[in-house]
């Protein structure tokens, strides 16, 4: 049986970055390639949004991928799925109009400056750049039906840039999109500024908001090495309120994360100390994993056999505590 291939994110992802619109906010196996990642410019609400051409350009895509012509954005990428061609008209919905998935990455302002966040080297390009209201877009989106909930009630919002909580439109944000009914919005934030509305939506049935944070140390000390501020009490505090709110529905709403930074924090004992603050103090219930990515993509991916012990410690001190685990992408693909 012939073979073809798909992405979900290609089909109906829409990633708005600060100038233009991307298929996805992925492309971590083809860094060289992530500028090809690309559809069309998009520079704020005075720019028209061309549904028509951004919807050609991905059934194209879409095309030569399902017969093989990866584009070489999305080359290794984790996200590709193969399917018999006999299996092709479960997936003719990948030629249909909508978009199920928003990145939101139009601003890149934040109230830290982890050593490793991927914003960096673009707020050395785009240091200039004013960010946009994207607000006018969303309700177009919503209005019109490009974010279709009734097509794809599962479909999900993610902040992808900079710090989403001291956007200023971000409580019309997240109520905009709960107002709509839409059930999944992931909010990764650093959890420097506590946000009552997403505190509040963390506790609402329904509204179904996901929160993580990562946290990367179990001392003030590396957490100041890893993030260039003071702030370790002040997110240790936020991530109790979010937690007691998380508790009342849906605990693993709120998920606390370790990223694994060569040389910073890649040892036993700081993960110990993390873990103990975490779960015995602040009350979370659900921890997540991964490794550094600029670290990741300048190593080809070439995890040493320290690190790979260090991910199976955290999950198995998890599995021991029954709270509830998941790898995030690079520590995904090593499949541990
Ligand atoms: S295959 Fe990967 S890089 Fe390509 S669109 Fe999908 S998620 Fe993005």
Redesign the pocket.
């Known amino acids: 049986m012939k073979k073809l291939f798909r992405?979900k994110?290609?089909a109906h992802?829409l990633y708005i970055h600060y100038d233009c619109f991307r298929?996805?906010h992925?492309?971590i196996h083809s860094p060289k390639e992530r500028n090809n990642?690309f559809i069309i410019p998009y520079k704020g609400p005075k720019d028209k949004a061309d549904w028509d051409l951004i919807f050609d350009i991905k059934h194209k895509l879409v095309n030569d991928m399902r017969y093989g012509d990866i584009?070489p954005?999305?080359s290794g990428?984790h996200?590709?799925e193969e399917f018999d061609e006999a299996d092709a008209e479960k997936f003719s919905s990948d030629f249909d109009n909508y978009i199920d998935m928003i990145w939101i990455g139009h601003s890149n302002e934040c109230n830290a400056n982890c050593i490793y966040c991927f914003s960096y080297l673009e707020i050395l390009e785009h240091r200039t750049y004013k960010p946009y209201n994207i607000f006018p877009l969303f309700k177009e989106m919503l209005d019109k039906k490009i974010y279709n909930l009734s097509k794809e009630p599962e479909a999900h919002i993610s902040f992808a840039m900079g710090e989403p909580v001291i956007l200023k439109k971000f409580d019309d944000i997240i109520k905009l999109f709960a107002k709509y009914g839409n059930k999944h919005i992931a909010l990764y934030t650093n959890g420097i500024k506590f946000s009552k509305m997403a505190s509040k939506l963390l506790a609402q049935k329904g509204v179904n908001l996901n929160i993580v944070i990562s946290l990367d140390a179990g001392s003030k000390s590396v957490f100041k090495q890893v993030k260039k501020v003071d702030k370790f009490k002040d997110v240790c505090k936020n991530i109790k309120n979010y937690a007691a709110s998380a508790a009342k529905d849906n605990p693993k709403a709120l998920g606390v994360k370790y990223i694994i930074i060569p040389n910073i924090n890649d040892n036993k004992e700081e993960i110990d100390k993390w873990f103990d603050i975490c779960v015995n103090n602040l009350g979370v219930k659900y921890l997540i994993a991964d490794v550094e990515e600029k670290w990741f993509v300048n190593h080809n991916g070439n995890v040493p056999d320290y690190v790979k012990d260090l991910l199976r410690y955290i999950r198995q001190r998890c599995l021991d505590n029954s709270i509830d685990f998941e790898f995030y992408d690079r520590a995904l693909v090593l499949h541990l």
Request: glycine fraction near 6%; proline fraction near 7%; charge should be neutral.
């Open positions: 992405c994110y290609l992802g298929h996805c992925l492309s990642n584009p954005f999305c990428c996200w590709i």
